[in-house]
């Protein structure tokens, strides 16, 4: 089985400063990997999903981007955080064609 | 229209009640189905899968899909108090390399005592 990894749990960000959420799987090798957002009353948005290490495939335009540079860690990253980036970021992992989701990490930006 | 519809509740039923959750769909190109249990301020939890039209029984839980009149439903027994969370149903379909996901945005259960 796998165990998905996300840091930090929580986060408290000003407007404009920069972001990097972190996301790791055990116990499985080359999958793919989600990362979605969660707002209340919206269910979970698909922001981002990688097949392999350097591939990136973009759901939503926004001022958010990801990287995969290794086969089990992928990254959320911004540059400039918006009051609107605020929400519960969720990393999944494909395992035998089912998506499984890591604890998340919650995001707040002032 | 949103691709999958899903009632938010709160859905509030007594312990050993029968619950009920429901959710349709507009794109017949949707291949497999999943319900997801998610606690709050916790990721979702894989509940129940199926790929195919009938019902798929795991212990007090029944995951119910009905192709044609694109409607999935997620039934639970004897409900209890552990029972309470958000129920997420989730949509899926193959499209090239990867599969992807549509979700409903939820429908929170309370069962009380």
């Known amino acids: 089985s796998q165990t998905i990894h996300q840091w930090p749990a929580t986060l408290v960000q000003p407007v404009g400063s920069p972001l990097s959420l972190e996301c790791t799987v055990e116990?499985?090798?080359?999958?793919?990997l989600y990362w979605y957002r969660q707002a209340a009353g919206r269910g979970l948005q698909l922001l981002f999903y990688?097949?392999?290490?350097?591939?990136i495939s973009s759901e939503v335009p926004q001022n958010l981007s990801a990287s995969r540079p290794q086969d089990r860690q992928f990254i959320l990253s911004s540059k400039k955080l918006l009051l609107s980036d605020s929400g519960f970021y969720l990393c999944?992992?494909?395992?035998?064609?089912?998506?499984?989701f890591g604890p998340g990490t919650r995001l707040t930006v002032t | 229209q949103k691709e999958v519809e899903q009632d938010p509740g709160p859905l509030s039923v007594p312990e050993g009640a029968i619950v009920s959750l429901n959710c349709t769909y507009s794109n017949s190109a949707f291949q497999y189905f999943m319900w997801y249990r998610q606690y709050s301020r916790k990721g979702p939890e894989l509940l129940m899968y199926t790929y195919s039209s009938g019902n798929k029984e795991d212990g007090r839980f029944t995951a119910q899909v009905d192709k044609s009149s694109k409607y999935i439903s997620l039934f639970i027994r004897d409900s209890q108090p552990s029972d309470s969370a958000t129920y997420l149903c989730a949509l899926g379909r193959n499209t090239g390399t990867a599969s992807k996901l549509t979700f409903g945005t939820g429908t929170r259960l309370q069962v009380t005592l």
């Open positions: 999944a992992s494909r395992l035998a064609g089912l998506q499984y």
């Open positions: 990688s097949v392999g290490i350097g591939q």
């Open positions: 116990g499985t090798s080359n999958p793919n």
